[in-house]
């Protein structure tokens, strides 16, 4: 994968995340009920998101450390 596609893609995916947790969309996830793990929902919300773009961090880590080596 070449340089642009590859940023172009975790541009695209930290944008998502961060969209999940900001108003228009995390209004959708404003309720306490249902309770996942023992968190109200909103709080799972975002905690997924959060471990979400923890995971697009390691990843982008990985793949630059894979683009370097080349």
Request: hydrophobic share 65%.
């Amino acid at each position: 994968m070449n340089s642009k596609v590859r940023n172009a893609f975790f541009v695209t995916y930290f944008l998502v995340c961060l969209l999940a947790n900001i108003w228009p969309v995390a209004q959708f996830a404003n309720k306490i009920q249902p309770m996942i793990f023992g968190l109200p929902f909103f709080l799972f919300w975002v905690v997924l998101w959060s471990c979400l773009a923890f995971v697009g961090i390691v990843a982008l880590y990985i793949s630059d450390a894979k683009a370097g080596a080349k």
